[in-house]
């Protein structure tokens, strides 16, 4: 049972272009969201992070859309650049109790320069 | 602040030996987390200890699996007996209470 669904699988987009990925969560105890980022070799490094009393966070290039009533959340990359080039992992966790990520499947982004 | 070590980074072992990797936490960080991540996939929750106790544990994690914690700062993951569906990259990650979830570089394991 995959609790947490993410799209797409693999994302091409050109420098400039605003990739967007999507996630679905079931649970409804979930109620922190964060998206890490990982590229090739590495480790997942956290990007940007939501909660759900929020619609919108935005840091930087990266912005996250929430919808509660969904069970929906986005991650927006603006003005993407080459080096945004990796997997982006969503994750949905509760934020009390265990505090054990559950990850998305990840998707794979490549930015053409 | 070092961020969370892992050791060895990479093993290639046959299969039917025992492999041991090591975590080193963010000091402070009370709760650890083991994953394990294969190619084109997230990495999938194994299991995780608040201290020296060990709360939680996944159906991935077979008996061929054991993890530890014994002093509540580093955590060894062992997997006796190896077979070629344990390769893949196991992540360990740590946290306090209300914080970010740190994870490690990772230790990758090939059995052949």
């Known amino acids: 049972q995959q609790q947490v669904k993410q799209s797409p699988q693999s994302l091409i987009v050109q420098k400039g272009g605003i990739p967007i990925i999507n996630c679905a969560y079931e649970?409804?105890?979930?109620?922190?969201f964060p998206w890490y980022q990982q590229f090739p070799g590495k480790g997942p490094a956290l990007l940007i992070a939501i909660r759900p009393d929020v619609s919108e966070k935005k840091e930087g290039r990266f912005t996250i859309s929430f919808n509660k009533s969904a069970k929906q959340f986005s991650l927006h990359i603006m003005d993407s650049q080459p080096g945004d080039s990796a997997t982006y992992f969503c994750?949905?966790?509760?934020?009390?109790?265990?505090?054990?990520?559950?990850f998305g499947r990840g998707t794979s982004l490549i930015v053409h320069p | 602040d070092t961020g969370v070590s892992q050791d060895p980074r990479h093993k290639i072992t046959k299969r039917g030996q025992n492999v041991t990797f090591r975590c080193d936490p963010i000091s402070e960080h009370n709760r650890l987390y083991w994953y394990r991540q294969t190619l084109g996939q997230g990495p999938e929750f194994l299991t995780y200890?608040?201290?020296?106790?060990?709360?939680?544990k996944s159906r991935l994690l077979s008996d061929r699996f054991s993890a530890e914690r014994p002093k509540g700062s580093f955590s060894t993951l062992e997997i006796q007996r190896t077979e070629q569906g344990d390769s893949a990259m196991y992540l360990c990650a740590s946290t306090k209470p209300g914080n970010t979830i740190y994870f490690g570089e990772g230790s990758w394991l090939t059995v052949v």
């Open positions: 994750a949905a966790l509760p934020s009390g109790g265990s505090y054990i990520p559950t």
């Open positions: 200890f608040q201290n020296e106790a060990q709360l939680e």
């Open positions: 649970n409804t105890a979930f109620d922190y």
